[in-house]
T-cell receptor, first 113, second 115 residues
Framework: AQTVTQSQPEMSVQEAETVTLSCTYD???????LFWYKQPPSRQMILVIRQEAYKQQNATENRFSVNFQKAAKSFSLKISDSQLGDAAMYFC??????????FGKGTKLSVKP | ETGVTQTPRHLVMGMTNKKSLKCEQHLGHNAMYWYKQSAKKPLELMFV???????ENNSVPSRFSPECPNSSHLFLHLHTLQPEDSALYLC??????????????FGEGSWLTVV
């Protein structure tokens, strides 16, 4: 069975600085998708970025980028120029052949002004 | 405005009550989901509906009963719940239920407290 591990329960970053959130996963599949979701205090999960495993190029979305290391089964999220609005829970998720999202336990990110 | 709306946002119910959570998606999607989010645990997938047909039930106790009358609406009927069922229940939808990496859109959740 696939698993997703986020080893950092909490992280903190200074406003305008860069922070990296870690995620590792375990799978025997070769084709899959990886996602980072953000859950602000409003509780609505919002997609931040997605990566297709067959693409070697790391996905980027404005200030958000990933470091996808397929062999190491690692999928970290880098947030550049952190803003106060980035404070939230961040969840890493995996989707394989069964078509269901498997989530990690999340990392709570605090942004200090 | 979110494309997935859930009501009520907060619900407190006794263990002998019957209540329902409602979800509506305005995105024209074909798949809908119920997730349970408990403190310090990963999100747990409960039910999946595709084209109004239940395609997955992840060993959820029978005191949770889903209903999908059409592709835009999803209900979760609650009956004789336990205090450990207190959690945030998230509804979500996607274009299709497949392994093609469709983006899943979530509602804001319904906070359930069982007393």
């Amino acid at each position: 069975a696939q698993t997703v591990t986020q080893s950092q329960p909490e992280m903190s970053v200074q406003e305008a600085e860069t922070v990296t959130l870690s995620c590792t996963y375990d799978t025997s599949e070769s084709d899959y998708y990886l996602f980072w979701y953000k859950q602000p205090p409003s509780r609505q999960m919002i997609l931040v970025i997605r990566q297709e495993a067959y693409k070697q190029q790391n996905a980027t979305e404005n200030r958000f980028s990933v470091n996808f290391q397929k062999a190491a089964k690692s999928f970290s999220l880098k947030i550049s120029d952190s803003q106060l609005g980035d404070a939230a829970m961040y969840f890493c998720a995996y989707e394989g052949s069964q078509g269901n999202l498997i989530f990690g336990k999340g990392t709570k990110l605090s942004v200090k002004p | 405005e979110t494309g997935v709306t859930q009501t009520p946002r907060h619900l407190v119910m006794g263990m002998t009550n019957k209540k329902s959570l409602k979800c509506e998606q305005h995105l024209g999607h074909n798949a809908m989901y119920w997730y349970k989010q408990s403190a310090k645990k990963p999100l747990e997938l409960m039910f999946v509906y595709s084209l109004e047909e239940r395609v997955e039930n992840n060993s959820v106790p029978s005191r949770f009963s889903p209903e999908c009358p059409n592709s835009s609406h999803l209900f979760l009927h609650l009956h004789t719940l336990q205090p450990e069922d207190s959690a945030l229940y998230l509804c979500a939808s996607s274009q299709d239920r497949s392994d093609s990496g469709n983006t899943i859109y979530f509602g804001e959740g319904s906070w359930l407290t069982v007393v």
